[in-house]
Structures are given as structure tokens and as C-alpha cells.
């Protein structure tokens, strides 16, 4: 359990690393790698590995989906803050207060 739990964490962690090492050539195509769904594809690949179907991948799957809107939200804000000229750290700041914002709404509304 804890050597798979290991080398799956080492394979994101190899994902993420890979990622940062284009960004140092490529901002724009670090950025697209980044928002690709691999770690989605990941998590799906090891739920199934461990035996998990339908019902299981469809509760993940739907709660990816809300996630992608959410996530959105959050980039939105943060791109919306740094191009009007806040630093980063407000820029995330506000984009993590607007996310929590939309969390408590799709939490009260028994979305998620």
C-alpha cells in the first residue's frame, strides 16, 4: 500500500518537474502542459488499476468537471488582478478568496 502510494506521487512529482524544466524555454507551452489533464488521466489510470468502476469513475469524473469551472475562476481572477497591475501575491490572494467564495455556493447548493 505504501510502495504504490510512493510511486504514484513519484510519477506526478516527475509530471510537475518535467513541466518546470520546459518553463524554463517555454512559458506558454508550460503553461498549456499544466492545464493539460494528465494528473486527471493519472488518478483515473490508478482507480482503476485498483479495481474502482462506473459508479467510482463517475463520481471522480463529475467532480473533475466541477473543478475544471472552479479552477477557471481562480486563473481568471489572478490573470484578471496581475494584467490591472497587483503583485502576484494579492493577485493570489484574491483569486483564493474568490475561489473559496464559489466553494462555500457550490458546497451550499449540494453540488459537490
Known sequence: ????LL??????GVIVLLILMV???NL?????LTAMPMITALS???LWLEGNRSPVMTTYLTGVLIGVGHTAILLGTILLRVKAGASLPMSLLTGAVVWAFASMVIYQAKII
Open 7 to 12: 510511486a504514484k506521487s513519484a510519477l506526478s
Open 44 to 46: 483515473l489510470g490508478w
Open 28 to 32: 506558454k507551452l508550460a503553461g498549456w
Open 1 to 4: 500500500m505504501i510502495m504504490s
Open 23 to 25: 518553463a524554463n524555454t
